[in-house]
Antibody, heavy 119, light 106 residues
Framework: EVQLLESGGGLVQPGGSLRLSCAAS????????MDWVRQAPGKGLEWVSA????????YYVGSVKGRFTISRDNSRNVLFLQMNSLSLEDTAVYYCAKEGGHGLPFDFWGQGILVTVSS | EIVLTQSPATLSLSPGERATLSCRAS??????LAWYQQKPGQAPRLLIYAASNRATGIPARFTGSGSGTDFTLTISSLEPEDFAVYYC????????FGQGTKVEIK
């Protein structure tokens, strides 16, 4: 059974940093691209970042470029999102998601973790 | 950036009725379109990929159609568990989501 479990969320002040983790199990982690998607309170879904299966290629939505860094540790089956210079607009539930392979969309999602940016 | 526009924003229907949800792309995405269902407090669930293929375990009452810029998700006969928010997503140029359609009980 595929499982994705996010951790590391919480309350942070504007300008602060936070590192999210997503522990994966139930599939061969190193064979799939992984993504982060967020959802602000009461709003829709926003794709944030993606990383290729081997970690050599990373991609970001414009609003987080230069502030967020996605990475992965295939030896430990963990996905990360380092978030720096956080602003109020980054407040959201953050989901990690597994890509389906060969360009297919997100077939499994974590339960989500709340990040609140507030003074 | 490819923008996806979903309509209507809200669909008020009764169980047993047919639901038709629309997703329009600002430029062609070929067949690189997916649909997700999200219930309150839950993660999204993949329903349809590549415009018309049902994901594993998705009931046959869910049907996706379309290509290019115009796509439709049809739920043939609404079950109580189908009342939720539905999002389309394109994969043609990175990933973007539509703003969602809420299917609510009338």
């Amino acid at each position: 059974e595929v499982q994705l479990l996010e951790s590391g969320g919480g309350l942070v002040q504007p300008g602060g940093s936070l590192r999210l983790s997503c522990a994966a199990s139930g599939f061969t982690f190193s064979e799939y691209g992984m993504d982060w998607v967020r959802q602000a309170p009461g709003k829709g879904l926003e794709w944030v970042s993606a990383i290729s299966s081997g970690g050599e290629r990373t991609y970001y939505v414009g609003s987080v470029k230069g502030r967020f860094t996605i990475s992965r540790d295939n030896s430990r089956n963990v996905l990360f999102l380092q978030m720096n210079s956080l602003s109020l607009e980054d407040t959201a539930v953050y989901y990690c998601a597994k890509e389906g392979g060969h360009g297919l969309p997100f077939d499994f999602w974590g339960q989500g973790i709340l990040v609140t940016v507030s003074s | 950036e490819i923008v996806l526009t979903q309509s209507p924003a809200t669909l008020s229907l009764s169980p047993g009725e047919r639901a038709t949800l629309s997703c329009r792309a600002s430029q062609s995405v070929s067949s690189s379109l997916a649909w997700y269902q999200q219930k309150p407090g839950q993660a999204p669930r993949l329903l349809i990929y590549a415009a018309s293929n049902r994901a594993t375990g998705i009931p046959a009452r869910f049907t996706g159609s379309g290509s290019g810029t115009d796509f439709t998700l049809t739920i043939s006969s609404l079950e109580p568990e189908d009342f939720a928010v539905y999002y389309c997503q394109q994969r043609f140029d990175w990933w973007t989501f539509g703003q969602g359609t809420k299917v609510e009980i009338k």
